[in-house]
């Protein structure tokens, strides 16, 4: 099953918010702003007349061959180590040259986002058109990871430093591997059509290899 659930920021009155320990069962925290104009014209067409009904995108068969195609995404130990790295450096940033975010990170991140980083950055590759997991692949799921699952101290409260600055400094700190490629084709869809998978992104079908 999948659970999924809204907070907003405005309102608090008869609202409690979720201990650490079950913000840290989702997977991520995805923060989503106010439409652009063109896409809120959008909204405004669809849902002025007769609004859209929901239809069958995908077949349970497909979810599930999904499933099993990220799970074989292959994640070379350097990129592992990186995605760890990232969660150590909001335990122990000084380790990592930022002794400034001690006293800003009342907790840092636990081992579930390190799965969580390799989990959704497989995903991420496959929807790129790779079977093989990048350090950008991690990069770009980091902020979505990590950031419910930070606890700031008062003293960061007091200086207003938000958790995305405190991300900020952490992505932009701990290093990511040099790797090279080689040659390894990209995924098969259901229908042995390595095409299918290809979405946005990096669609190039060469993994990456520490150097």
Not at 17 to 44: C, H, N, S, T
Not at 91 to 120: D, V, Y
Not at 147 to 154: C, D, E, G, N, V
Not at 200 to 209: C, E, H, I, L, N
């Amino acid at each position: 099953f999948l659970v999924l659930a809204t907070q907003n920021p405005i309102e608090s009155e008869g609202v409690y918010p979720l201990p650490e320990a079950q913000r840290d069962r989702f997977l991520m925290k995805v923060v989503i702003d106010y439409p652009a104009p063109g896409e809120e014209i959008e909204i405004v067409q669809r849902m002025g007349t007769h609004p859209p009904t929901a239809s069958e995108v995908m077949t349970l068969g497909e979810v599930t061959a999904l499933q099993r195609l990220a799970e074989d995404v292959f994640v070379e130990r350097s990129v592992m180590e990186y995605a760890v790295n990232l969660v150590l450096c909001t335990r122990t940033p000084e380790n990592f040259g930022l002794p400034e975010l001690r006293t800003f990170i009342e907790l840092g991140a636990s081992p579930r986002a390190s799965i969580g980083l390799i989990r959704a950055g497989r995903a991420l590759a496959l929807m790129r058109g790779r079977s093989y997991l990048t350090p950008q692949d991690v990069f770009d799921v980091a902020p979505e990871i990590l950031r419910h699952r930070l606890l700031l101290s008062y003293e960061a409260l007091a200086r207003d430093v938000d958790v995305e600055n405190v991300l900020a400094r952490v992505l932009s700190t701990v290093q990511a591997p040099h790797v090279a490629t080689a040659n390894q084709a990209a995924p098969a869809g259901p229908n042995g059509n390595a095409d299918a998978w290809h979405g946005t992104g990096s669609t190039d079908a060469q993994p990456w290899v520490a150097r």
